[in-house]
């Protein structure tokens, strides 16, 4: 019964408004501001939590890709300094390679540069392990060599590496000469960072800054290797500061000077052909 009432009711309401809008446009107006004025409390209290829920979800939204952004950045940071290792590390070869290349050994027969892969570092003793050998033609009693000068002689050899006796070790005796005097004496390491100089003449005039070099004395090293510089004239005992940086060192070059000296023959042998690996770094004189 009420349906039948209220039907009625809302069709003749709709159609009130109808002909009042068409008949003033200003008082329908009036009435629809009215009403949104009455509605718009009511909307503004239901708007401001459902505007908080929508910026807390932005919030969570931003925070979510911001970890993301950090975790990108972290692994990022990471690669680089990864490649900034492997940059340094290659950048310290390269300028330890290249210090190689500024002493020219004259007169050698083979050489080949190789790097240092263990130091002894011990108080009674004074060598180094280097990855070359007997298959890249290193053989016992030639010279190694750095940029700067001399370094000592080979040892020992095996297949794929070899001990280099450096001029500060106990057993290193080298006949040198004093540059500017030639006086000549023997250079003899004792395991301490400057080696002595033995047998100078009596007569001898030593000062420190004299250039120290080899004699090609017993058919071992070429006459005029650099070898150092007279450190200190104390007490009738003559100390050497090597040119060479014994304590730090990355790459050596071995040289074969042809010279079988002092040692029998069989301890020299020639140069063997490589066995299809590539030796670290070898030129062939030419």
């Known amino acids: 019964m009420a349906h039948r009432v209220v039907v009625p009711f809302l069709v003749l309401l709709s159609m009130m408004f109808i002909v ?48 993301h952004d950090n975790e990108r950045l972290r692994e990022e940071n990471a690669r680089l300094l990864q490649w900034q290792e492997v940059a340094r590390r290659l950048q310290a070869e390269n300028v330890a390679l290249r210090d190689l290349v500024k002493l020219s050994p004259e007169g050698a027969a083979h050489y080949i540069s190789a790097q240092v892969i263990a130091n002894s570092g011990g108080a009674f003793a004074r060598n180094v392990l280097v990855s070359a050998g007997e298959r890249d033609g290193v053989a016992r009693g030639q010279a190694a060599v750095t940029g700067e000068g001399l370094v000592g002689r080979v040892a020992e050899v095996g297949e794929r590496a070899a001990r280099i006796l450096l001029l500060t070790d106990l057993n290193s005796r080298i006949p040198v000469t004093v540059a500017s005097t030639n006086d000549r004496a023997v250079m003899a390491g004792d395991n301490s960072d400057q080696p002595r ?3 100078l003449p009596i007569n001898a005039v030593v000062k420190p800054g004299d250039r120290i070099v080899t004699t090609g004395a017993g058919g071992v090293f070429p006459p005029g290797l650099p070898v150092g510089l007279v450190a200190s004239v104390e ?26 000296g002092v040692l029998p023959q069989s301890a020299v042998p020639r140069p063997k052909a490589k066995r299809g690996a590539r030796a670290p770094d070898s030129d062939a004189a030419r």
């Open 197 to 199: 100089l033995l047998y």
């Open 20 to 67: 009042l809008g068409k008949a003033d446009v200003l008082l329908f107006d009036r009435l629809r501001i009215g009403i949104a004025d009455a509605a718009a409390p009511v909307l503004q209290v239901v708007a401001q939590p459902l505007s908080a829920v929508a910026g807390a979800a932005r919030h969570a939204e931003g925070l979510f890709d911001l970890y």
């Open 235 to 260: 007490g009738g005992a003559v100390r050497v500061e090597p040119f060479a940086q014994l304590s730090r060192l990355d790459y050596v070059r071995i040289v074969d000077f042809g010279l079988g």
